[in-house]
């Protein structure tokens, strides 16, 4: 009871001083990940979930000049006050949006998107220098498989022109992470994509039969007679080709409104 009491204190602390959100750091020897996330809006109810944008963003970089492995897994365990719902959502296909333009996605799965990005890849060929790319990140919502959602991840850059899609199996977690997304580099991508950093947000709103519907929402699961709450937000781990494993886990707050 007392460590929820200093919990429950140090969130109306957070909530009254403005404490701003700062991205984790992980760190194993030389490799060193970032990842950091957000939710919008901060003000919700305190039972009833309600419409919400979520935002998850990761770096990678090494110290000292030390070669970079490639990211081969991305897993991203999200709280449990948040769900995500995509009934009578259209769904989209991999083979619509790859290959496909950034335009051409949008043209064949425009009604299926339920978020947006954005990526920097480090290009690796042989016989050349690496260098760098920025691309846009256009997330889907796919069909399911065993059973399970998917979130379709199109990366595009336009220069130089190329495009890879991202799946990410959605599963149902336990305890404080109730949604986790996962996924693995592309086998076509493993030869040249090095991540090194990312950003996507999921935000969608959209009506079924007769009902607003939003893919994401949360509610702020403050105690009774509590202003707000400070919880675990999300928790990532990244997998890399030489099998090195860093997990880190960035805290938030919210409070309790409308």
Same mark, same amino acid.
């Given at each position: !009871?007392?460590?929820?009491?200093?919990?429950? +204190? #140090? +969130?109306?602390? !957070?909530?009254?001083?403005?404490?701003?959100?700062?991205?984790?750091?992980?760190?194993?020897?030389?490799?060193?990940?970032?990842?950091?996330?957000?939710?919008?809006?901060?003000?919700?109810?305190?039972?009833?979930?309600?419409?919400?944008?979520?935002?998850? &963003?990761?770096?990678?970089?090494?110290?000292?000049?030390?070669?970079?492995? =490639?990211?081969?897994?991305?897993?991203?365990?999200?709280?449990?006050?948040?769900?995500?719902?995509?009934?009578?959502?259209?769904?989209?296909?991999? +083979?619509?949006?790859?290959?496909?333009?950034?335009?051409?996605?949008?043209?064949?799965?425009?009604?299926?998107?339920?978020?947006?990005?954005?990526?920097?890849?480090?290009?690796? #060929?042989?016989?050349?220098?690496?260098?760098?790319?920025?691309?846009?990140?256009?997330?889907?919502?796919?069909?399911?498989?065993?059973? =399970?959602?998917?979130?379709?991840?199109?990366?595009?850059?336009?220069?130089?022109?190329?495009?890879?899609?991202?799946?990410? *199996?959605?599963?149902?977690?336990?305890?404080? /992470?109730?949604?986790?997304?996962? *996924?693995?580099?592309?086998?076509?991508?493993?030869?040249? &994509?090095?991540?090194? =950093? /990312?950003? !996507?947000?999921?935000?969608?709103?959209?009506?079924?039969?007769?009902?607003?519907?939003?893919?994401?929402?949360?509610?702020?699961?403050?105690?009774?007679?509590?202003?707000?709450?400070? /919880?675990?937000?999300?928790?990532?781990?990244?997998? /890399?080709?030489?099998?090195?494993?860093?997990?880190?886990?960035?805290?938030?707050?919210?409070?309790?409104?409308?």
């Amino acid at each position: !009871m007392r460590a929820l009491t200093a919990i429950l +204190a #140090l +969130a109306a602390a !957070m909530l009254c001083l403005g404490i701003p959100a700062q991205a984790e750091l992980s760190q194993q020897g030389k490799l060193i990940v970032a990842f950091d996330g957000s939710l919008s809006p901060k003000t919700l109810p305190r039972t009833q979930p309600a419409p919400v944008a979520v935002t998850v &963003a990761g770096r990678v970089r090494t110290a000292k000049g030390a070669p970079l492995p =490639q990211l081969r897994t991305i897993r991203v365990a999200i709280n449990s006050a948040g769900r995500l719902y995509d009934k009578g959502l259209p769904t989209c296909r991999v +083979a619509s949006i790859q290959p496909a333009t950034e335009a051409q996605a949008q043209t064949v799965c425009g009604r299926s998107i339920v978020g947006r990005g954005h990526v920097t890849v480090s290009v690796h #060929l042989e016989n050349q220098a690496s260098f760098a790319v920025k691309g846009n990140l256009l997330a889907f919502n796919g069909p399911r498989r065993n059973g =399970q959602k998917l979130i379709l991840a199109q990366v595009y850059t336009e220069d130089p022109p190329g495009a890879f899609v991202l799946t990410f *199996t959605v599963k149902r977690g336990v305890g404080l /992470f109730g949604t986790v997304l996962s *996924t693995t580099l592309p086998e076509s991508a493993q030869g040249w &994509a090095y991540l090194t =950093q /990312f950003e !996507m947000t999921l935000d969608r709103q959209y009506r079924y039969r007769g009902k607003a519907r939003s893919y994401v929402s949360a509610a702020c699961a403050a105690p009774a007679g509590f202003p707000g709450a400070v /919880f675990p937000f999300a928790k990532a781990s990244y997998g /890399f080709d030489n099998g090195q494993r860093l997990t880190t886990t960035v805290v938030r707050s919210c409070k309790v409104g409308g």
